[in-house]
């Protein structure tokens, strides 16, 4: 069947605002179009749908016509984003070339962020990186159980120490994502697993960014979810998680959830949601944790959402009966 999608385009592009040097500058963000995260072929993480954003054979002339799409779209942003809907450092997907290519285009830029799985952090790899990189790495959690059991993510808290520490040595900065609420995990739960993670990471990270889980189609967290197995976390344990570690990581903490404020995305009782993302976006920035400060009734719901999971015992959606379509229905949207 003939692929409906051109590897030789890219997959997303657009700009936004990020951090580099201590100062607010603009951003490009590049998503390319590759053959995808070698272990999304193999079943993959339990709430990553990007085996969407590959295709089966990507040359390196279609990368490179890709290349020259972001080129023309290059405005001179200090700060550029590439991402791949897997492993930059990986040579199947982006082959050595063309990565050389890529910072030889943009040498002049600041601040280039790359993303990889830690296997593809090699020495000789990093060695080929120049010093303006920023390593993006999916820790997702800590806790080798959860990593295992809840993510699927296919390599150990410690491979991503591993990756940090020898990214950190050949002199790139560290961006560590975590993953606030991965399934089969309560409320609660999820909470103390991104605090105890971000200490973890606070080791080898120059930058932790949480990411609350959100619904991408074709997941098995979408099948748990359309379920009534598993409700999206709420913004409130967002706050909490970056209000805990407000001092006690010398990292800057960021977030920018993905869907936020809808039933896919993290989300509270819908009259607040814009105040929330709004704060957590400004925290980011700040680092200040009276940007967090926002109130709403909810929050005593929050509470006892918390405390009727404990007592219950299951991470099961409390707010919908499990064949409520109409809510499932109102946020399905991806
Ligand atoms: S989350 Fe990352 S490692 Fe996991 S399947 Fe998706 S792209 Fe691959
Ligand atoms: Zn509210």
Redesign the pocket.
Known sequence: MKERRSPSELEALWKEKDLSAGRTVDAMVVIMRTR?????ATG??T?????RASVKEVSADDLGRQIDQALAAYEGEPFVKIYT???FLDDDEVPPAVRERIFGEFAACERILV?S?PEFVTPERLATLPRTVTLAL?L?SSDPEVLKRS????FTPEDSRRAGLAAKEAGLTVRTYLLLKPPFLTEGAAIADTVESALFADGFSDEISINPLNIQNGTLAERLWRRGELRTPWLWSLVEVLRTLSDRVGARLMSSPSGGGSQRGAHNCGKCDKAVLAAVERFSLTQDPEDLDVACGCAADWKRYIDAERLLGTPADLERGFDNELAIGKGDSS
């Open positions: 995808g995260c070698s272990w999304a993959g993480c709430m990553c749908g990007y085996r809907s897997g492993s993303e799985r999916g997702e993510v699927n993510k296919g």
